[in-house]
């Protein structure tokens, strides 16, 4: 049972259910005729002790004391209603074992009565605490923007109620409400009216001088969310959501806050969900290393990894700020984890081999890589490094300390790629496969397209060209790209690890491409901004090794479905395994000559690489 948050309101609502059981019991005396029946003995006391008991164990059991009645909906009426008539009978039960006689229609008006009482009490809290945010000074005086919000259902009506109660974590004034349902027209929110449907918001902007949308359709299909969202960026209001009430505790629901809309609502992809029974065989309880854990992709694998309960987590970086930042974070939210740092890079074999000689992992995550794509044109020795020997270290030391799991983090870049980074991943991913045949470590590869927000993105380059005042530059009109969010790409990391059975390359199905310009655009709006008059869109040209469009799959390439929804397995020919060694000498020792030659050598042993010169 959940523990009750035992506060002054906790303790107040304890004590009217307690004195509503003894009032409902004598009302029902009353009006049934049988109050000198029932109330004559002078064991009546212990009699009603039983009922008043078994309320409050009931109450408790159906969390009615962790409830937030200031929020209550119909579903809580009902759930008073049920939980009143169980403990009603249960009541009746147990003073019938002990001997004791109380007439039915006793109980059955006293059912009735102690609803009204227990539902009263409880309205009462809602109106008190709603006319005390109304009429507190601190919030007096405040100018809230003009607000229409887009759905008239439980999560809308928590949003008004809490912008009319002037509640500062829900800034607004509520203008009017729209919903697709047509049987709520007309009808009133907390007093806010419903003056349309989804159609209707410019029109609704225009008129009503709306200077802020909320967006309270959480349980909305995607297609239904992405259209109302291509709405809303028409206008020229600040664009904001909230989650789903239904999806939080109920000690979370009074501190939800309003978010502005990101560039990954408007995508409106369906994201990959963790199936943690499939994943917790191999990480509940292990140690696990996560190479390159303090970047994006590492440090949200981290995160997700700790939420399965593993024994250990070693975050190995090259940069110590992140990987301190990261280990205080996950330390502050799960205290019977150890968390640890190690510093290093996984070129440095002997730096490597002290981390597995120290902890013995079970499960190592290589997320360690160079992946920003022009930059690594310039320094393509820095890249095969990186990207291919110091994977190759990782993998040798996983074969050599016998790791259950190796999970490299591959790219969709690594496809048909034009580009050093690619090339270098495809490397990486021939060498999973390679050892995936001649060890007893379960070696896998998870190929993903481009992650919103990650270092080195596109958006977080495009908020600081608007928040400068613009331009945005984007390299071609017509290139197109993959994406995802963080969570989601980690999500699809761990999911891989569950379900690998050896050498596989897994790739998630990415949906529709997304036109980096259209991306642009997006973000333009969703800052209340309009394209071309207030922040300009140039075109710079493609960089160097940069392709057009983005593949997941090679020429050779098909897929075959998995048992999650949305996750695929590369089924290509097989990489010529008795060749990856002759490979990877050809590079190495490419890496005693110059970048030209390192390049060609690249080019020879990744036979789908092309080098591309496209400035």
Same mark, same amino acid.
């Given at each position: 049972?959940?523990?009750?948050?035992?506060?002054?309101?906790?303790?107040?609502?304890?004590?009217?259910?307690?004195?509503?059981?003894?009032?409902?019991?004598?009302?029902?005396?009353?009006?049934?005729?049988?109050?000198?029946?029932?109330?004559?003995?002078?064991?009546?006391?212990?009699?009603?002790?039983?009922?008043?008991?078994?309320?409050?164990?009931?109450?408790?059991?159906?969390?009615?004391?962790?409830?937030?009645? @200031?929020?209550?909906?119909?579903?809580?009426?009902?759930?008073?209603?049920?939980?009143?008539?169980?403990?009603?009978?249960?009541?009746?039960?147990?003073?019938?074992?002990?001997?004791?006689?109380?007439?039915?229609?006793?109980?059955?008006?006293?059912?009735?009565?102690?609803?009204?009482?227990?539902?009263?009490?409880?309205?009462?809290?809602?109106?008190?605490?709603?006319?005390?945010?109304?009429?507190?000074?601190?919030?007096?005086?405040?100018?809230?923007?003009?607000?229409?919000?887009?759905?008239?259902?439980?999560?809308?009506?928590?949003?008004?109620?809490?912008?009319?109660?002037?509640?500062?974590?829900?800034?607004?004034?509520?203008?009017?409400?729209?919903?697709?349902?047509?049987?709520?027209?007309?009808?009133?929110?907390?007093?806010?009216?419903?003056?349309?449907?989804?159609?209707?918001?410019?029109?609704?902007?225009?008129?009503?001088?709306?200077?802020?949308?909320?967006?309270?359709? #959480?349980?909305?299909?995607?297609?239904?969310?992405?259209?109302?969202?291509?709405?809303?960026?028409?206008?020229?209001?600040?664009?904001?959501?909230?989650?789903?009430?239904?999806?939080?505790?109920?000690? @979370?629901?009074?501190?939800?806050?309003?978010?502005?809309?990101?560039?990954?609502?408007?995508?409106?992809?369906?994201?990959?969900?963790?199936?943690?029974?499939? /994943?917790?065989?191999?990480?509940?309880?292990?140690?696990?290393?996560?190479?390159?854990?303090?970047?994006?992709?590492?440090?949200?694998?981290?995160?997700?990894?700790?939420?399965?309960?593993?024994?250990?987590?070693?975050?190995?970086?090259?940069?110590?700020?992140?990987?301190?930042?990261?280990?205080?974070?996950?330390?502050?939210?799960?205290?019977?984890?150890?968390?640890?740092?190690?510093?290093?890079?996984?070129?440095?074999?002997?730096?490597?081999?002290?981390?597995?000689?120290?902890?013995?992992?079970?499960?190592?995550?290589?997320?360690?890589?160079?992946?920003?794509?022009?930059?690594?044109?310039?320094?393509?020795?820095?890249?095969?490094?990186?990207?291919?020997?110091?994977?190759?270290?990782?993998?040798?030391?996983?074969?050599?300390?016998?790791?259950?799991?190796?999970?490299?983090?591959?790219?969709?870049?690594?496809?048909?790629?034009?580009?050093?980074?690619?090339?270098?991943?495809?490397?990486?991913?021939?060498?999973?496969?390679?050892?995936?045949?001649?060890?007893?470590? /379960?070696?896998?590869?998870?190929?993903?397209?481009?992650?919103?927000?990650?270092?080195?993105?596109?958006? #977080?380059?495009?908020?600081?060209?608007?928040?400068?005042?613009?331009?945005?530059?984007?390299?071609?009109?017509?290139?197109?790209?993959?994406?995802?969010?963080?969570? @989601?790409?980690?999500?699809?990391?761990?999911?891989?690890?569950?379900?690998?059975?050896?050498?596989?390359?897994?790739?998630?199905?990415?949906?529709?491409?997304?036109?980096?310009?259209?991306?642009?655009?997006?973000?333009?709006?969703?800052?209340?901004?309009?394209?071309?008059?207030?922040?300009?869109?140039?075109?710079?040209?493609?960089?160097?090794?940069?392709?057009?469009? @983005?593949?997941?799959?090679?020429?050779?390439?098909?897929?075959?479905?998995?048992?999650?929804?949305?996750?695929?397995?590369?089924?290509?020919?097989?990489?010529?395994?008795?060749?990856?060694?002759?490979?990877?000498?050809?590079?190495?020792?490419?890496?005693?000559?110059?970048?030209?030659?390192?390049?060609?050598?690249?080019?020879?042993?990744? #036979?789908?690489?092309?080098?591309?010169?496209?400035?």
């Amino acid at each position: 049972m959940e523990d009750i948050r035992f506060t002054r309101r906790t303790a107040l609502l304890i004590v009217c259910d307690i004195l509503a059981t003894f009032l409902a019991f004598y009302c029902a005396s009353v009006l049934t005729g049988l109050v000198g029946e029932v109330f004559a003995t002078h064991e009546i006391y212990f009699i009603l002790g039983v009922p008043v008991v078994v309320n409050l164990l009931m109450f408790a059991v159906f969390k009615m004391y962790n409830n937030l009645w @200031e929020y209550a909906s119909v579903d809580d009426a009902i759930r008073i209603v049920i939980v009143v008539g169980l403990s009603t009978l249960i009541s009746a039960v147990l003073l019938w074992i002990l001997g004791e006689w109380i007439p039915i229609r006793v109980y059955f008006v006293a059912m009735f009565l102690m609803i009204f009482f227990v539902g009263g009490t409880r309205m009462v809290f809602r109106i008190v605490r709603s006319k005390k945010r109304k009429f507190s000074p601190e919030h007096s005086g405040d100018k809230r923007p003009r607000t229409l919000v887009v759905g008239a259902g439980e999560t809308g009506s928590l949003a008004i109620d809490r912008m009319v109660s002037k509640d500062p974590q829900m800034p607004g004034f509520p203008v009017a409400v729209v919903d697709d349902n047509e049987a709520k027209r007309n009808l009133r929110i907390h007093g806010v009216r419903v003056v349309g449907s989804s159609d209707d918001i410019q029109d609704i902007v225009d008129r009503l001088g709306i200077e802020q949308i909320v967006v309270a359709i #959480p349980s909305a299909t995607l297609e239904e969310r992405k259209r109302i969202y291509g709405i809303c960026t028409k206008t020229t209001c600040q664009l904001r959501t909230l989650p789903n009430v239904r999806e939080l505790r109920v000690d @979370e629901i009074n501190d939800v806050q309003l978010r502005e809309v990101d560039v990954a609502d408007l995508l409106g992809r369906e994201e990959v969900v963790l199936n943690t029974r499939m /994943v917790s065989g191999y990480l509940a309880g292990k140690t696990v290393l996560v190479t390159g854990g303090g970047g994006s992709i590492g440090s949200e694998l981290c995160r997700q990894v700790c939420a399965v309960a593993p024994k250990r987590v070693i975050i190995f970086d090259m940069y110590e700020n992140d990987a301190y930042m990261l280990r205080n974070e996950l330390l502050s939210k799960y205290d019977d984890i150890e968390c640890e740092v190690e510093i290093g890079s996984v070129c440095d074999v002997d730096r490597l081999r002290d981390v597995f000689v120290k902890y013995q992992p079970a499960a190592v995550f290589h997320a360690a890589a160079h992946k920003h794509v022009p930059l690594m044109e310039m320094c393509p020795r820095e890249a095969i490094q990186n990207n291919v020997f110091g994977t190759l270290n990782t993998v040798r030391l996983a074969h050599e300390f016998k790791v259950n799991r190796f999970i490299f983090i591959s790219t969709d870049k690594a496809v048909n790629p034009t580009s050093v980074m690619g090339a270098t991943k495809r490397m990486g991913e021939m060498i999973i496969q390679h050892y995936a045949q001649a060890s007893e470590t /379960v070696y896998t590869a998870v190929r993903f397209g481009n992650v919103l927000g990650s270092n080195g993105s596109v958006i #977080p380059l495009f908020k600081r060209q608007i928040s400068a005042g613009g331009p945005i530059t984007v390299t071609h009109p017509d290139i197109e790209r993959f994406f995802m969010t963080i969570p @989601e790409a980690s999500r699809l990391v761990i999911q891989a690890g569950g379900m690998a059975k050896g050498g596989e390359i897994f790739i998630l199905d990415m949906g529709d491409p997304v036109k980096i310009v259209d991306l642009a655009k997006s973000l333009i709006q969703l800052s209340g901004l309009e394209v071309d008059k207030d922040i300009k869109i140039v075109y710079t040209g493609l960089r160097e090794g940069e392709k057009m469009y @983005e593949e997941l799959l090679m020429n050779e390439e098909n897929t075959i479905p998995t048992k999650m929804k949305g996750i695929m397995i590369s089924t290509g020919k097989e990489v010529g395994y008795s060749e990856v060694d002759r490979k990877l000498n050809e590079l190495k020792e490419a890496m005693a000559g110059d970048d030209e030659t390192a390049l060609h050598v690249l080019e020879h042993v990744v #036979p789908t690489y092309t080098i591309t010169h496209n400035s």
